[in-house]
């Protein structure tokens, strides 16, 4: 099968968060069953031509926005056999700090951006000859790609034999824009409707990924029922409800290749679960590196997170003075809103031997507190899917979540009486469920061999990306099948 796939960041090139993970993985791990990738992306400013070993394409690539035509450059890289990587560079969109936007918000000219980068992928294919089976969209950024696909691009001569596959990463980043934006997609007005690309009077992109995919994916099998309820549908949930036959929850991998303890490069010592004393150098080193006090018995607890609302911050916050009162240490990796970075600060402050904080976005410090902490915290709002608990399980750090999306997948509450389960996980989102809990964690922490149980059954746990790749593919034929069907009515 040919499969292109379409997204706004992807690792080793450009990541803000999990997209980049799944994106960077997943086309990769298709390759290895014998497909033919291509993975393409914008070349932002910081993806350097030499050291990723870029070659310019001799194409000249000129891609209609509103009355105007854009110029592009494309960039190659063979990442492995059958696995290529595409990059489009268009400086005056992505010669920018940031992917998305500062912290002051996203940039403006967000909309002219991605239509320019979906349009992008539709020319490139063209001009390379690609004539792929399946164009696979990611998010917001892409979500166009399917509208043009049923459109502008819809003739055989054209990308008419191409079906897409939309993924929905995470549904709270819908790409609204005002109607005035309307023209710079060339699409015509007609499409400006609520059964289209209309979402009470804006553009919405995602919504155009919706309504005109082959086929709909979101993270986890959770995360997908969720949305097509009231609860965490974000107004489209009527939209997925009309989708539900095309639509399928996969759950995410995750690469061990990067995050498993017994290979993991940034860590002080390398453990597994044949020998946990690793991962007691790994605490202290973390503890170090907050210059928090060095103490084996006392519970630390992590977290990474992008500061946003969505993660549960909030109950953290609620909850910290609490945490602080049994003597617990508590450091946290993130970025994003000002005011939980103003709040942490002040934790720090007020408790330098307890609390470690660092703002910024910081790879190999992620991998050390999960290698240092013993239990890692993720309240969500919702979550789709969520990688950092699946990559604790794996650190024998045990996780703490709230049951919503792909944690309530991928988490087990542990309970005395079942003496099952791989963390803990409370339902309501309230600070003192939060607080019953971290309490009850802290119980079984302080019996040793119940805990070290707990953290051995997390560290067995696999979620390599093998079995959800299968999955995808399945998606895949199923919508080329459905897709041949049609033709063959028609
Ligand atoms: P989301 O995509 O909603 O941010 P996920 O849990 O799916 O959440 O993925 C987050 C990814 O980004 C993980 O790989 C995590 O380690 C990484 N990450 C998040 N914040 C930071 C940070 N401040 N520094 C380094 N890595 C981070």
Same mark, same amino acid.
């Given at each position: 099968?040919? *499969? @292109?796939?379409?997204?706004?960041?992807?690792?080793?090139?450009?990541?803000?968060?999990?997209?980049?993970?799944?994106?960077?993985?997943?086309?990769?791990?298709? /390759?290895?069953?014998?497909?033919?990738?291509t993975?393409?992306?914008?070349?932002?400013?910081?993806?350097?031509?030499?050291?990723?070993?870029? +070659?310019?394409?001799?194409?000249?690539?000129?891609? !209609?926005? #509103?009355?105007?035509?854009?110029? #592009?450059?494309?960039?190659?890289?063979?990442?492995?056999? =059958?696995?290529?990587?595409?990059?489009?560079?268009?400086?005056?969109?992505?010669?920018?700090d940031?992917?998305?936007?500062?912290? %002051?918000?996203?940039?403006?000219?967000?909309?002219?951006?991605?239509?320019?980068?979906?349009?992008?992928?539709?020319?490139?294919? @063209?001009?390379l000859?690609?004539?792929?089976?399946?164009?696979?969209? %990611?998010?917001?950024?892409?979500? @166009?790609? !399917?509208?043009?696909?049923?459109?502008?691009?819809?003739?055989?001569?054209?990308?008419?034999?191409?079906?897409?596959?939309?993924?929905?990463?995470?549904?709270?980043?819908?790409?609204?824009?005002w109607?005035?934006?309307? !023209?710079?997609?060339?699409l015509?007005?007609?499409?400006?409707?609520?059964?289209?690309l209309e979402?009470?009077?804006?553009?919405?992109?995602?919504k &155009? &990924?919706?309504?005109?995919?082959? /086929?709909?994916?979101?993270?986890?099998?959770?995360?997908?029922?969720?949305?097509?309820?009231?609860?965490?549908?974000?107004?489209?949930e009527?939209?997925?409800?009309? =989708? =539900?036959?095309?639509?399928?929850?996969?759950?995410?991998?995750?690469?061990?290749?990067?995050?498993?303890? #017994?290979?993991?490069?940034?860590?002080?010592?390398?453990?597994?679960?044949?020998?946990?004393?690793?991962?007691?150098?790994?605490?202290?080193?973390?503890? =170090?590196?907050?210059?928090?006090?060095t103490?084996?018995?006392?519970?630390?607890?992590?977290? +990474?997170?992008?500061?946003?609302e969505?993660? &549960? +911050?909030?109950?953290?916050?609620?909850?910290?003075?609490?945490?602080?009162?049994?003597?617990?240490?508590?450091?946290?990796?993130?970025?994003?809103?000002?005011k939980?970075?103003?709040?942490?600060?002040?934790f720090?402050?007020?408790?330098?031997?307890?609390? &470690?904080?660092?703002?910024?976005?910081?790879? /190999?410090?992620?991998?050390?507190?999960?290698?240092?902490?013993?239990?890692?915290?993720?309240?969500?709002?919702?979550?789709?899917?969520?990688?950092?608990?699946?990559?604790?399980?794996?650190?024998?750090t045990?996780? *703490?979540?709230?049951?919503?999306?792909?944690?309530?997948?991928?988490?087990?509450?542990?309970?005395?009486? %079942?003496?099952?389960?791989?963390?803990?996980?409370?339902?309501?989102?309230?600070p003192?469920?939060?607080w019953?809990?971290i309490?009850?964690?802290?119980?079984?922490?302080? %019996?040793?061999?119940?805990?070290?149980?707990?953290?051995?059954r997390?560290?067995? /746990?696999?979620?390599?990306?093998?079995?959800?790749?299968?999955?995808?593919?399945?998606?895949?034929?199923?919508?080329?099948?459905?897709?041949?069907?049609?033709?063959?009515?028609?």
């Amino acid at each position: 099968m040919k *499969i @292109l796939f379409a997204t706004s960041e992807a690792v080793p090139f450009a990541k803000t968060g999990g997209l980049g993970d799944v994106s960077g993985t997943l086309p990769r791990v298709l /390759a290895q069953m014998g497909h033919e990738v291509t993975l393409i992306l914008p070349k932002y400013c910081q993806i350097n031509e030499k050291k990723f070993k870029l +070659i310019k394409k001799e194409i000249e690539l000129q891609v !209609p926005v #509103a009355q105007k035509m854009e110029e #592009a450059e494309v960039y190659a890289v063979e990442l492995a056999p =059958r696995f290529n990587a595409l990059l489009v560079r268009q400086d005056t969109y992505y010669h920018r700090d940031q992917l998305y936007g500062t912290t %002051n918000g996203d940039f403006e000219d967000n909309a002219e951006r991605f239509i320019f980068f979906s349009r992008s992928v539709l020319e490139v294919a @063209l001009a390379l000859r690609l004539q792929p089976d399946i164009i696979h969209c %990611n998010d917001w950024q892409t979500g @166009l790609i !399917p509208v043009y696909l049923k459109t502008l691009y819809r003739d055989p001569s054209s990308l008419g034999q191409s079906v897409s596959v939309f993924t929905i990463h995470n549904l709270a980043y819908q790409g609204l824009f005002w109607h005035y934006d309307m !023209p710079m997609t060339n699409l015509g007005w007609e499409l400006f409707i609520p059964e289209a690309l209309e979402f009470y009077g804006k553009i919405n992109f995602l919504k &155009g &990924g919706i309504v005109f995919a082959d /086929a709909v994916t979101t993270v986890s099998r959770k995360y997908m029922e969720e949305i097509q309820t009231e609860e965490f549908g974000c107004g489209l949930e009527g939209v997925f409800q009309d =989708r =539900r036959k095309d639509l399928y929850g996969i759950l995410n991998g995750v690469d061990y290749g990067e995050w498993s303890p #017994a290979s993991d490069p940034f860590i002080k010592q390398k453990y597994g679960p044949s020998d946990l004393t690793g991962k007691r150098e790994c605490k202290a080193d973390l503890q =170090r590196e907050f210059r928090l006090p060095t103490k084996e018995d006392v519970p630390l607890i992590g977290s +990474i997170s992008r500061l946003a609302e969505q993660k &549960g +911050i909030d109950l953290i916050v609620a909850n910290m003075e609490k945490m602080m009162d049994l003597g617990l240490q508590f450091v946290l990796l993130g970025t994003g809103e000002e005011k939980y970075h103003l709040q942490f600060q002040k934790f720090s402050e007020k408790y330098p031997q307890q609390v &470690g904080v660092k703002i910024g976005f910081d790879n /190999a410090l992620a991998h050390k507190i999960e290698a240092g902490a013993d239990m890692f915290i993720m309240p969500s709002r919702f979550e789709p899917c969520g990688l950092n608990q699946i990559y604790s399980l794996k650190y024998g750090t045990v996780p *703490i979540v709230r049951a919503t999306g792909g944690l309530d997948d991928t988490i087990q509450d542990f309970t005395p009486t %079942n003496q099952g389960g791989n963390g803990f996980k409370f339902g309501d989102y309230s600070p003192s469920y939060l607080w019953e809990t971290i309490k009850r964690a802290l119980q079984v922490y302080r %019996n040793q061999v119940a805990w070290e149980k707990l953290m051995l059954r997390g560290m067995s /746990a696999d979620f390599s990306w093998e079995q959800s790749a299968r999955a995808y593919l399945k998606v895949y034929q199923e919508t080329l099948a459905k897709k041949k069907n049609r033709n063959g009515k028609e």
